[in-house]
């Protein structure tokens, strides 16, 4: 059972995902958008424009994307400060909020190992990686950290290592 929330509030968001990430004309996506730009359907008041018709038009992409909870811990970190016209603070928040995604799927993918049947040693380890990730997701860094880059380069080892151990 998860001991996070994983649940993306969209309300509490700067409209991250649909600023901050960079994607490609596809079936997916119906124009190209550079990272840092806002989408051009993104409304001053961080809604969709075309939210319910997003499949019909082309952007099944953006239905299929879940920031885990990313966009509302980065936007709540830089509340306050003036990132829509400081270029440079926006930088970081998109920063950020890139390095929460990966920091939030690392969480979800170690408390979903809970239920493996591997050793109490690697289930205490898992553990350790969770209150690492815990405390950089959670905590009100508004800067990417090596700290942070730490925890995601062994998380990443452990679930190799989980995989291996799985596989024998
Ligand atoms: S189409 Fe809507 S949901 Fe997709 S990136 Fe643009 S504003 Fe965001």
């Not at 600023?19 to 809604?47: I, M, V, W």
Request: hydrophobic share 40%; aromatic share 8%; with cysteine.
């Amino acid at each position: 059972m998860s001991e996070t929330n994983f649940t993306a509030d969209c309300s509490q968001c700067f409209g991250l995902c649909c600023t901050a990430l960079s994607f490609e004309r596809s079936n997916q996506f119906g124009h190209d958008k550079l990272g840092g730009e806002p989408c051009q359907y993104l409304q001053r008041d961080f809604r969709c424009r075309i939210h319910a018709q997003r499949e019909a038009l082309g952007y099944g992409g953006c239905e299929a994307f879940d920031c885990l909870g990313a966009g509302q811990r980065a936007s709540a970190a830089f509340a306050g400060l003036n990132w829509q016209r400081d270029t440079g603070i926006a930088r970081r928040l998109y920063a950020r909020f890139s390095q929460l995604l990966l920091l939030q799927e690392m969480r979800q993918a170690l408390e979903t190992a809970a239920t493996l049947d591997i050793s109490p040693a690697q289930h205490a380890q898992r553990r350790e990686l969770l209150a690492r990730l815990s405390q950089e997701a959670d905590g009100a860094s508004r800067d990417v950290t090596d700290t942070a880059l730490a925890v995601l380069g062994d998380g990443k080892s452990f679930l190799r290592s989980l995989a291996a151990t799985l596989a024998d």
